[in-house]
């Protein structure tokens, strides 16, 4: 969800910088265009004269750089000037296959439901900020949102019937069983004091007691985030925590609590509540996560062969001549 909201908000930034480019007249938008609050014309893109030129042709429908810069940028936002030619090659490579998509749902009659649209504005209206909201109520702005949704949807309806067997998730496991390989981890609780003057009297009082004792000062005293918990912090494996500090953890038995330790945050008490060790998940414990696996497999190799068939039989070139930069073929091709 957290992911979700920052892409949301990239986006909805982005497209403040398009509505107000692309709204201007043409002498205004080339002007526009050769200023530094573009991060550097978004690759080369100040020729007006290359921002109507076609990149991609479907049918009756033309693509332009124009188009293609908007895509770009809402993926990369401020980043997209930077990017390297062999990338912004894939992100075109992307942008073809995403256009190609729509028009196979258009061939498909398959369209969005008044109450789709409007189900997905109002989750879009409550991860950005009130003050960019607005932009919903740009027709551009939103048919961006609408045209991804809507390849969404039909995607979604290819690999609907996808059925995986108990027999494919056993040969799985049994053919990748280092993948089940669990680490060892340790529960680690904690009392975090400001200074350590306090820290060390505090010690004094949970070395050796029980652990509903550690808890207690920990609800009491401690200024982290979890001393309502206790101090519980939850499992850890190692590298997951900054190394000087794995040191102590990992050092500890179960039940004993450490010295105090010194950090950017204050002055920590740490106590090991838990050891697990390395072990091997049973099938039925990784069963929920092949059966993952193995339908993201297949609705890739749906799609692909989807993708292939659509190449194949629906009118479309690319003009990548008209690109404003070198684009470089993949290797495989």
């Known amino acids: 969800m957290a992911e979700n909201k920052i892409w949301v908000r990239i986006c909805f930034s982005v497209l403040v910088f398009l509505v107000v480019v692309w709204g201007c007249n043409r002498a205004d938008r080339a002007d526009y265009l050769q200023g530094e609050e573009t991060e550097q014309a978004v690759l080369q893109l100040n020729n007006p004269n290359k921002l109507n030129l076609n990149i991609l042709e479907i049918g009756d429908v033309r693509y332009t750089n124009a188009d293609f810069v908007h895509y770009l940028t809402v993926l990369a936002g401020a980043d997209a000037a930077a990017l390297e030619e062999e990338s912004v090659s ?41 003050e960019e909201a607005v932009l919903l109520d740009n027709p551009r702005s939103r048919q961006v949102f609408f045209d991804r949704l809507l390849v969404e949807k039909h995607q979604s309806g290819l690999s609907k019937d996808i059925k995986i067997t108990s027999k494919e998730i056993a040969d799985y496991f049994a053919s990748n069983k280092r993948e089940f390989l669990r680490s060892s981890r340790v529960r680690v609780s904690q009392i975090l004091i400001k200074t350590d003057h306090e820290a060390v009297e505090i010690l004094h009082k949970v070395r050796g007691a029980d652990e509903e004792t550690f808890r207690r000062f920990a609800r009491e005293f401690s200024i982290g985030p979890e001393a309502g918990r206790g101090g519980d912090m939850g499992f850890f494996e190692m590298n997951q925590l900054p190394y000087e500090m794995e040191k102590v953890i990992f050092s500890l038995q179960t039940g004993q609590v450490s010295d105090v330790f010194a950090s950017v945050y204050g002055h920590h008490i740490f106590r090991l509540d838990e050891r697990l060790e390395a072990k091997l998940m049973t099938e039925e414990e990784a069963a929920a996560g092949i059966r993952a696996r193995i339908v993201d497999r297949k609705r890739e190799e749906v799609l692909s062969a989807y993708l292939n068939e659509l190449r194949q039989n629906l009118e479309w070139k690319t003009q990548v001549e008209n690109l404003p930069f070198t684009y470089r073929r993949k290797s495989n091709e």
């Open 90 to 130: 894939r992100l075109y490579d992307d942008f073809c296959d995403e256009k190609v998509l729509l028009a196979g749902a258009s061939r498909e009659g398959l369209e969005l439901t008044e109450e789709e649209k409007h189900d997905y504005l109002d989750r879009l209206q409550r991860d950005i900020p009130p």
